[in-house]
């Protein structure tokens, strides 16, 4: 009897399938998407081409298999062929419906092919899940494809176009997204807000009282005849200071209250992002990455490949019913019954979540954290901790503190003092709520206040009984604290993520590569964990949102994120809506060639040149940055770099400060002509310098003298750090120009007497290879990062490791006829970035 095949993603996915379903059904994995736009040529047809046919053909993408899959898709038709029924098990979103979209177009040929050809969705790898999948398998949603599809067109429609026109402006190996170029935006303006700041000076008053009965309280100045006060300035906080000297202080009000905090709902992508980054300062990308994994399966000892939580992109908070009761047997057995609500807690998704997901849950809560440790790594744990605490704490009953506000009159000024002490927990003896999760003011907690009665009067605490202040002199009661507004902080990944859901701009499951995708571009730079604009993002950025005002605003990009909901769910054609896009970016492009400022041919500033007088400053680019140059060169040869001026005490360095090498003294951060750079503060006696790394303030590690002597020229060897990695040079350069690369150990298998090493291509855009040491004489190149380990199969001396955003990372041999293929294990943040 023919077994049916089941497809999916990743081996991981189907190695934990395979467990359910028994040796009826064959499962393999398509490692991603199969078919995508070709890579060399635009690939969309559009109403102003040149050679512009049929109308209805406007838009509709030509897709390619792609390149480095023929493989899979031969193994897969073959596997097809052998089978009674194909079912394909992609994820539960337009991504995974487009991948069974085109693999059921390669696999169903002919009629007869695709009748046996069947789509199943489960939102959780449990048996019951893909049970209940498999007994009512359906079709590819259309429906989902074209949005999937609308989507891609949109981007390289944007991309495309776009990319080009930032080569001839400004320069060569950028590009510009439709989100991306968005979420840049709002962390320019972000930026932008911040400088334009002005900060203003105000005071606030404090007194610290004693009742009856302990303890000390502070009471905060609130208003004054009934009204609010601002103090603006030293005097006239001295001027409040001195009317309350004489003032007798009563109570003249007691509110006592019981206060409620309820649970947050389980997970979404986007709160679970938020929450790993606050509370486990995981970035999105990690956060995803290690959410997939848990999705599709852990090996759990005995029981083998286990998935641990449900599907991890999703905007739905709804939660099944077997996981709601098995979620209050659990509140009830581990916590008690006075943790359990009466009735299930039921929350209500917002207006555009995709509800037939449900939220990111354990598969099975009985699971708990401690009981598969020993199974996780430590990040993984940590992750899935967090699922599960959020997930048990929203099930359980609110927590309740005792609030007391205590209203103070003093002469016409009126004091408040608020407390809340904790008077039972609820849920928050599974999950602690952290203040970005709080949507109200939480600074009273925890602060208890003395029993006090309406009417009581109270009395200054003596100064000399408080603490001193931090110059050592006496504590001053009352006393006024000078404050400064401060600007809008810059975004965290959080808070973007955040901001990005509240404007509707992308969805859940984009968060994490849109903000990859413009701190890789070097648009966005990390400073303490928040992301701050590089001056060629501001630049790009101001760029694109003048000439694309209207593609690039955020509500129009929120709304185009709704128009591909309404062709999800059959509402719209999608053609309709990549058309209505298209005749207003066409406009717009077709503007911006002719109007668009260049940076190559330099940007008026208005500013005449320092140097001759004469000529005008122009703002413009090179391989080193931004500096402004004169109109009349090469008459007149003065530049001037506009870089940010870094700060001397920021130069960074694992071990701390850096030293001279030479002379032992520290250096600092000095402006060049090409930009900072690191100078030995023994200038002039010492002129030793070293670059910085590449839109950093960290130190280039200094060349490192070797004891050996260079083959062709017999002078001595240095090991030298540039911008490709490490390599050795000779110390007689530039007369001398041998170079020797550090190579990876592994020997080369076409030459068999060189050794690989790691590359980076010089052409377009910068890409990382791996090739033989021994080039041009041999000629041997892979894109993939070679592992010396042997091939268990065939005994290759090393295998490779395989990476992409379409697919996950596997181990596999490179020798011709082996298919030796398995997931390859999780790298290291650093390494991930890498490879």
């Known amino acids: 009897m023919a077994r049916s095949l089941v497809i999916v993603e990743s081996p991981a996915k189907a190695k934990t399938i395979n467990k359910y379903l028994g040796r009826n059904y064959s499962v393999k994995a398509s490692l991603g998407h199969v078919m995508d736009l070709p890579k060399k040529v635009f690939g969309i047809p559009l109403p102003d081409d040149a050679q512009a046919g049929d109308p209805e053909t406007f838009f509709v993408p030509t897709l390619e298999t792609i390149p480095g899959k023929t493989k899979v898709i031969n193994e897969l038709k073959k596997a097809a062929k052998e089978a009674d029924a194909v079912y394909l098990a992609g994820d539960p979103d337009r991504e ?49 494809v074209d949005a999937q599809q609308a989507r891609r067109v949109l981007d390289r429609i944007v991309g495309y176009k776009i990319s080009p026109l930032l080569w001839d402006k400004v320069r060569r190996g950028l590009s510009a997204g439709r989100v991306q170029t968005v979420a840049l935006r709002l962390i320019v303006e972000r930026e932008v807000a911040i400088r334009a700041f002005q900060k203003r000076e105000y005071w606030t008053i404090h007194a610290l009282l004693a009742a009856a009965e302990p303890p000390i309280f502070e009471a905060k100045l609130w208003k004054y005849k009934g009204a609010d006060l601002d103090i603006p300035s030293e005097a006239e906080a001295q001027r409040v200071l001195a009317e309350l ?14 206060k409620r905090r309820y649970p947050a709902p389980p997970f979404t992508t986007s709160k679970l992002q938020q929450a790993a980054f606050n509370k486990l300062r995981f970035t999105t990308k990690r956060t995803m990455a290690l959410a997939q994994r848990l999705y599709e399966g852990v090996e759990l000892g005995e029981e083998g490949a286990v998935a641990l939580i449900t599907y ?16 209050r047997d659990l509140i009830g057995t581990d916590y008690g019954a006075t943790y359990l609500p009466e009735k299930p807690i039921f929350y209500k998704s917002k207006k555009d979540a995709q509800d037939a997901h449900e939220a990111i849950r354990p598969t099975d809560v009985a699971r708990t954290p401690d009981s598969v440790r020993k199974y996780l790594d430590d990040d993984m744990y940590r992750l899935y901790r967090l699922i599960w605490q959020r997930f048990v704490a929203s099930q359980m009953v609110p927590a309740v503190f005792d609030q007391t506000t205590i209203d103070i009159a003093a002469g016409d000024y009126q004091f408040r003092a608020s407390g ?15 203040k970005e999760e709080l949507e109200e003011d939480a600074e009273e907690e925890g602060r208890a206040l003395p029993v006090i009665a309406e009417g009581e009067r109270l009395r200054l605490a003596d100064p000399q009984s408080l603490p001193r202040t931090a110059d050592g002199a006496e504590a001053k009661n009352p006393r006024g604290d000078q404050h400064f507004t401060e600007p809008p902080p810059r975004y965290t990944e959080a808070t973007l993520v955040k901001e990005l859901e509240e404007k509707g701009i992308g969805r859940p499951s984009t968060y994490s590569s849109i903000i990859s995708t413009i701190v890789d571009r070097e648009y966005v730079s990390k400073e303490q964990g928040r992301l701050a604009p590089t001056m ?25 994120e709704e128009e591909l909901d309404e062709i999800e769910e059959g509402k719209l054609p999608w053609r309709n809506a990549v058309k209505d896009f ?3 970016f066409a406009l717009d492009l077709e503007q911006a060639k002719g109007d668009m400022e260049s940076y190559k041919a330099g940007i008026k500033t208005g500013k005449k040149c320092e140097k001759c007088g004469k000529g005008e400053l122009l703002e413009r680019i090179s391989r080193h940055g931004f500096f402004l140059g004169c109109d009349r060169y090469p008459d007149c040869d003065f530049t001037q770099d506009i870089s ?34 690191l100078a030995c503060t023994g200038y002039p006696d010492c002129k030793t310098t070293r670059r910085l790394v590449h839109g950093t303030r960290k130190a280039r590690q200094p060349d490192q003298l070797l004891d050996e002597k260079c083959p062709e020229c017999g002078a001595q060897l240095v090991l030298k750090h540039g911008r490709f990695g490490e390599f050795t040079g000779c110390t007689a350069y530039p007369k001398c120009k041998f170079i020797r690369s550090k ?6 298998p076409k030459c068999e007497t060189g050794e690989l090493v790691e590359r980076m291509s010089k052409k377009g855009r910068m890409r990382r290879f791996y090739g033989c040491n021994k080039y041009p004489a041999c000629d041997f190149t892979t894109p993939y990062r070679p592992i010396h380990e042997p091939c268990p199969k065939c005994g290759a001396k090393f295998v490779v490791e395989k990476r992409s955003k379409n697919a996950p990372a596997v181990r596999t041999c490179l020798k011709e006829g082996c298919d030796w293929e398995i997931p390859a294990p999780e790298s290291a943040p650093a390494e991930a970035a890498a490879s």
């Open 96 to 144: 995974g419906e487009a991948i069974c979209a085109h693999l059921a177009q390669q696999l169903g040929r002919n009629k007869t092919e695709r009748k046996k050809i069947f789509r199943v969705m489960f939102n959780e790898i449990t048996a019951k899940a893909i049970k209940a999948a498999f007994e009512k398998p359906g079709e590819v949603n259309t429906n989902l």
């Open 245 to 258: 000297e004489p003032a007798k202080w009563l109570v003249s009000g007691v509110t006592q209250k019981e």
């Open 312 to 327: 991890m992109r999703t905007d739905s908070v709804r939660v099944g019913a077997d996981a709601l009761a098995q979620v």
């Open 420 to 434: 809340a002490v904790l008077k039972f927990n609820g849920f928050l003896a599974a999950y602690e709520i952290d």
């Open 536 to 560: 060629l993002g501001e630049k790009v950025s101001e760029l694109l949102v003048k000439s694309f005002e209207d593609i690039f605003d955020v509500g129009f990009t929120a709304r185009m």
């Open 582 to 584: 298209y005749d207003r």
């Open 644 to 677: 940010p001026e870094p700060e001397s005490e920021n130069v960074e360095s694992e071990a701390g400060p850096e030293y001279c090498e030479n002379c032992g003294k520290e250096m600092t951060i000095k402006r060049g002509r090409f930009g900072p750079f």
């Open 743 to 748: 190579t990876l150990g592994i020997p080369c």
